[in-house]
């Protein structure tokens, strides 16, 4: 029966040897773990490059386009009319320009009483 119990000189080589396994698969994964950062690290780096790109691009447009639109259409200056008529008379006088002034004119009936 003693051939089937375990040699107590051979439990710390067997649990350093766990010990080396176990530390040996952490590596592995921590290594790993390295290789995807670095990975998605240098993603991130051309996905900002591309998202520069694209917004230098778009303020050239912008700048594109308003220096090509057509300049804007001013409103014509108003003519300014002046009283030369050859008799040296006001055209836009009343007849009635001494007189009392008139009654008002009548209140709409809105058929309201």
Same mark, same amino acid.
């Not at 698969?25 to 051309?46: F, H, I, K, Q, Y």
């Given at each position: 029966?003693? $051939?089937?119990?375990? +040699?107590?000189?051979?439990?710390?080589?067997?649990?350093?040897?766990?010990?080396?396994?176990a530390?040996? %698969?952490?590596?592995?994964?921590?290594?790993?773990? &390295? !290789?995807? %950062?670095?990975?998605l &690290? &240098?993603?991130?780096?051309?996905?900002?490059?591309?998202?520069?790109?694209? &917004?230098?691009? $778009?303020?050239?447009?912008?700048?594109?386009?308003?220096? +090509?639109?057509?300049?804007?259409?001013?409103?014509?200056?108003?003519?300014?009319?002046?009283?030369?008529?050859?008799?040296?008379? !006001?055209? +836009?006088?009343?007849? !009635? !320009?001494?007189g009392?002034?008139?009654?008002?004119?009548?209140?709409?009936? +809105?058929?309201?009483?």
């Amino acid at each position: 029966m003693d $051939a089937h119990r375990h +040699n107590p000189a051979h439990r710390p080589a067997v649990r350093r040897l766990a010990l080396v396994s176990a530390a040996a %698969v952490l590596s592995v994964l921590l290594g790993g773990c &390295e !290789d995807r %950062v670095s990975a998605l &690290e &240098e993603r991130m780096t051309a996905v900002e490059a591309k998202a520069e790109a694209a &917004e230098k691009k $778009a303020k050239a447009a912008e700048s594109l386009a308003a220096t +090509n639109q057509p300049p804007a259409i001013s409103q014509p200056e108003p003519v300014v009319q002046t009283n030369d008529s050859p008799d040296g008379e !006001d055209p +836009n006088a009343s007849i !009635d !320009d001494g007189g009392e002034p008139g009654a008002p004119p009548p209140m709409a009936d +809105n058929g309201k009483g």
